[in-house]
């Protein structure tokens, strides 16, 4: 199984300043890579798929880059709707995997 | 307007069976593999399995951890796709999610509300 981690696992950070969270696959995954945002009590939603293709009617503060095992996930300007817990995941192969999800809040 | 809601939660003895509906509407639910994704109290997300379409043959992939349990199952009649759970485990109590998957993108929004199963004697 491919195993994904996450770093930094929690983060605190300003209305305003960029976040940058990053993600690395066990293997080579070439660009199968999704990134979520989970909002306290509330289902996942796709924010980002294919590493850097934004999902239609998110904003556009999100984007993502990276290919191979390495990944990167920016918030360009956080924002008090983007406290939230978020998860990268790998589709190249099954299982499909997440990663230990990254929680950031307002500080 | 897509939506996805999953029903059958509840609280279930260990070793006995669950079976979870995921009733969708807003889509033609034949054109998408549909996945299923829980998660633990406190926890991340897993993986549980998805099924592919008709024309792709039906057929269903799982996680290890519940291959041999589990079965996903749809009725693309009546848009719904389940999850049968049998000889469950405390350790399968979790959040489970729905959801769609579009093309090679698993897990494409909007997923369901989540239904809750507990595992406990």
């Known amino acids: 199984d491919i195993q994904m981690t996450q770093s930094p696992s929690s983060l605190s950070a300003s209305v305003g300043d960029k976040v940058t969270i990053t993600c690395q696959a066990s293997?080579?995954?070439?660009?199968?890579l999704s990134w979520y945002r989970q909002k306290p009590g509330k289902a996942p939603e796709l924010l980002i798929y294919?590493?850097?293709n934004l999902e239609t009617g998110v904003p556009s503060r999100f984007s993502g880059s990276g290919s191979g095992r390495d990944f990167t996930f920016t918030i360009s300007s956080l924002q008090p709707e983007d406290i939230a817990t978020y998860y990268c995941?790998?589709?190249?192969?099954?299982?499909?995997?997440f990663g230990p999800g990254t929680k950031v809040d307002i500080k | 307007e897509v939506q996805l809601v999953e029903s059958g939660g509840g609280l279930v003895q260990p070793g006995r069976s669950l079976r979870l509906s995921c009733t969708t509407s807003?889509?033609?639910?034949?054109?998408?593999?549909m996945s299923w994704v829980r998660q633990a109290p406190g926890k991340g997300l897993e993986w549980v399995g998805f099924?592919?379409?008709?024309?792709?043959?039906?057929?269903?992939e799982y996680a290890a951890s519940v291959k041999g349990r589990f079965t996903i199952s749809r009725d693309d009649d009546k848009n719904i796709a389940y999850l049968q759970m049998n000889s469950l485990k405390h350790e399968d109590t979790a959040v489970y999610y729905c959801?769609?998957?579009?093309?090679?993108?698993?897990?494409?929004?909007?997923w369901g509300q989540g239904t809750l199963v507990i595992v406990s004697s």
């Open positions: 959801t769609r998957d579009r093309g090679t993108v698993p897990f494409v929004s909007p």
């Open positions: 807003g889509f033609t639910f034949n054109d998408y593999p």
């Open positions: 099924i592919r379409t008709k024309p792709f043959g039906g057929t269903a």
């Open positions: 293997q080579h995954i070439s660009k199968f």
């Open positions: 294919g590493a850097s």
């Open positions: 995941q790998q589709y190249d192969n099954i299982p499909f995997t």
